[in-house]
């Protein structure tokens, strides 16, 4: 099982808009609708953003929001914020009960 | 609230044994599964494996050959022992609650494999 492919790095300016792709298979992203996304700061544990391709766990603003079209999976973050830079994590449930995740994303707030 | 904290050295030799433990609370642990990931520095997670709170479990297949979990409920613990370590095997090491996704995560330990 290959680790799911995200862009290394994404930037937007406040208030902006940024999508955040993630691309697996039809064995993983594709197959599945338990697709999450991860948001790390530096030094600090990640925290989930989004769960089931979409929903938002409470607490996390509606900001952020997550879709899925195919084998590509995407993570949006409207309304840029300072401290909204930081990597993000895809992941999915890939069949026989294992779990892969993406590279992670570097996104930066200009 | 449900809160992990992992314990265990922070330096092991090559071809020795990771040892790490996940101590629970604030939530029970029979009804969920419990989670090892790890972070290479620099680098993305990595799923090691899960456990339930019945004790089955379930492992990555490129670790699989090399990890253990398990778990003691009545400590409210779950442990994760990972043979003939390499350099490789140098990270972030933490412990999550899930199975699909995760949604409580320890703060991570740093796990050396150095001699």
């Known amino acids: 099982q290959s680790a799911l492919t995200q862009p290394p790095s994404a930037s937007g300016s406040p208030g902006q808009s940024v999508t955040i792709s993630c691309t697996g298979t039809?064995?993983?992203?594709?197959?599945?609708?338990?697709v999450s996304w991860y948001q790390q700061h530096p030094g600090r544990a990640p925290k989930l953003v989004i769960y089931e391709v979409s929903e938002r766990p409470s607490g996390v603003p509606d900001r952020f929001s997550g879709s899925k079209s195919g084998n590509t999976a995407s993570l949006t973050v409207s309304g840029l914020q300072a401290d909204d830079e930081a990597d993000y994590f895809c992941?999915?449930?890939?069949?026989?009960?294992?779990?892969?995740f993406g590279g992670g994303t570097k996104l930066t707030v200009l | 609230q449900v809160q992990l904290q992992e314990s265990g050295p922070g330096l092991v030799k090559p071809s020795e044994t990771l040892s790490l433990t996940c101590t629970v609370s604030g939530d029970s642990m029979t009804i969920f599964y419990w989670t090892w990931i790890r972070q290479p520095p620099g680098k993305g997670l990595e799923w090691i494996g899960h456990?339930?709170?019945?004790?089955?479990?379930n492992y990555s297949p490129s670790l699989r050959s090399r990890a253990t979990i398990s778990i003691d409920t009545s400590k409210n613990q779950f442990s994760l022992k990972l043979n003939s370590v390499t350099a490789a095997d140098t990270g972030v090491y933490y412990c999550?609650?899930?199975?699909?996704?995760?949604?409580?995560w320890s703060q991570g330990t740093l796990v050396t494999v150095s001699s």
């Open positions: 039809s064995s993983d992203v594709g197959g599945y609708n338990y």
């Open positions: 456990i339930y709170g019945s004790g089955s479990t």
């Open positions: 999550a609650r899930g199975r699909l996704w995760f949604g409580e």
């Open positions: 992941s999915s449930y890939a069949g026989g009960n294992n779990v892969i």
